[in-house]
Structure formats: C-alpha cells, structure tokens
C-alpha cells in the first residue's frame, strides 16, 4: 500500500505562484510514476503533469506548459509541482496519484492506483 498527502494548496491572485508537495509513504517511492490532476465540480479529474520512474520522462499539459513544473525527491519521498504565473482557471481541487513504475506517462486517471485527500488552489482575478 502507499498513502498520499497533498499539501500546499491555498487562494491567490492571479500570476503568483504556489508549490504543492505529495508526500508518499509505504511500499518503494522511487518504484512508482507519479502525477498531478485537477478536478472541478462536475468535471473529470484532468491530467496535469506527470513522470515516469523508468525512463525518466516528463509530460504537461498543453494548459500548464510553461507554467507548472514537476519535480521529485527521492530522498524525501516527496513530489513537488510548482505552479507559476497562475490563471484562474487552474482554480480546482489538485490530487497526486501514483502507479506502478513504467516508461511512459499515462493522461488517464484511471491508471492510478493511489490517490491522496486532494489540496484545493483557488486563483481570483
């Protein structure tokens, strides 16, 4: 089992910046892929950014390229993405998920096995 914990979250105006960390613990952290989501009332859980533990890979969505970026720290467990230049329509309820380690990043949600609570970021104009 791994447990997730999101954290960081919080209300902004628009164009600052916010850095959410998921923090893991259980099985093998550095086995695992990990991404970001978002999710509004009412909407699907929408892909954010993501990392494969095999391979290295990095991938973003064309709504945050540029803007978010992921980052992991093997050391503390721990799963960062960093937010700049924030819109309001980033405002959601952010989840971190986790999947067993492959190559590739996957977009859909249903590909992750592990989720934490959510951290809600709320962006006004």
């Known amino acids: 089992q791994v447990q997730v914990v999101e954290s960081g979250g919080g209300s902004v105006q628009a164009g600052a910046s916010l850095r959410l960390s998921c923090t893991a613990s259980g099985r093998t952290f550095s086995s695992f892929d990990w991404a970001w989501f978002r999710q509004v009332p009412g909407k699907y859980r929408e892909f954010v950014s993501g990392?494969?533990?095999?391979?290295?890979?990095?991938r973003y969505a064309d709504s945050v390229k540029g803007r978010f970026t992921i980052s992991i720290n093997n050391a503390s467990n721990t799963v960062y993405l960093q937010m700049n230049s924030l819109k309001p329509g980033d405002t959601a309820v952010y989840y971190c998920?986790?999947?067993?380690?492959?190559?590739?990043?996957?977009?859909?949600?249903?590909?992750?096995?592990?989720w934490g609570q959510g951290t809600q970021v709320t962006v006004s104009s």
């Open positions: 998920g986790a999947r067993p380690g492959s190559s590739i990043v996957l977009i859909d949600s249903r590909h992750y096995n592990y």
């Open positions: 990392l494969s533990v095999f391979g290295n890979f990095v």
